[in-house]
């Protein structure tokens, strides 16, 4: 069992990158607003299941890599502080992408909404990038099974996404148009998340006691 802080701490890591501009939002978000909010969370439940494709592809890959090569943590910590880097400059950069911007879409069937989800989060490398990189820095192969804490992780991270995105998509109409209304508001969304990604990429890029 992990560490609650720990738990705590990566729950935190999970809610900025299910606020951070990807394509699973947008997606939701922009099917709630444009079929409704049904349309919304049967897309969710596609991009849920999405999650648990990466999750047991992240957790099996991690368990075989870190067993064979265990000084592998650092290589992967400094992999995913310079991804973490990389989404706060895409957040802060000129012409950057602010949370909750949608787009238009056509109507479409339920079994086609589970469907995109699905394959909108399984294409979704932000996903598997952050699995990759970000589990590795709450792994303690000398507490036990690997796999175990990574599907425990794999929990959290899903479970937050879940909410997250739900609540996104019953407040769609009105979150987005209050959101939207003035472009230093937009501009401000984008600083303070790039902050918050920057200062994540700091923590998990010093050294660690393992």
């Not at 990759?132 to 992780?153: D, N």
Request: charged share 10%; net charge positive.
């Amino acid at each position: 069992m992990l560490p609650v802080s720990e738990l705590l701490f990566f729950a935190l890591a999970a809610l900025v990158l299910v606020l951070t501009p990807g394509p699973n939002m947008i997606y939701c978000v922009s099917r709630a607003l444009c079929q409704g909010r049904a349309a919304g969370l049967i897309s969710l439940a596609g991009v849920m299941l999405g999650f648990g494709v990466h999750l047991l592809a992240a957790a099996l890959g991690l368990t075989a890599l870190l067993l064979a090569v265990p000084f592998a943590f650092d290589a992967i910590r400094l992999a995913g502080a310079a991804y973490l880097l990389w989404l706060a400059w895409q957040a802060v950069k000129p012409g950057g992408a602010a949370p909750f911007q949608a787009r238009n879409l056509p109507q479409d069937p339920p079994a086609r909404l589970f469907a995109m989800g699905f394959i909108t989060n399984v294409l979704n490398p932000k996903v598997a990038m952050f699995y990759l990189s970000f589990f590795p820095q709450f792994l303690h192969p000398e507490q036990g099974s690997v796999l175990l804490q990574s599907l425990q992780l794999g929990a959290v991270q899903i479970g937050v996404s879940g909410a997250v995105n739900a609540v996104l998509i019953f407040c769609a109409g009105g979150l987005t148009a209050l959101l939207s209304r003035s472009e230093g508001w937009l501009r401000a969304q984008r600083w303070v998340m790039g902050s918050v990604l920057a200062l994540l990429a700091l923590r998990i890029a010093l050294p660690e006691r393992r």
